[in-house]
């Protein structure tokens, strides 16, 4: 399967201007990633594609697609920028 996203904003409350973001997809353990950019009046404008060839697997039984697992690394990166993304 492949896949393409055009990102092209995205909106947060609660960010000061100037920080710096950057969107993070992980699949199994394949990623992309956009280019860091800075907030300005709690908008981060992209305007990225993300393009990613990946397999989807089907549980028929239960009618679902199957998750792929996420690298230890990746699961540990997420784990570090989801606590210093939400501290207080």
Known sequence: MNFELNIKSLALK?????????ILWVRGDKNIDTRTRYSKE???KFNEKFMMKTSL???TAREIYVAKPVSRYF???LELASCRLWKG
């Open 57 to 59: 697997e089907f549980d």
């Open 14 to 22: 609660n960010v000061p201007d100037d920080s710096q973001l950057t």
């Open 42 to 44: 709690g908008r981060i």
């Open 75 to 77: 699961a540990k990166f």
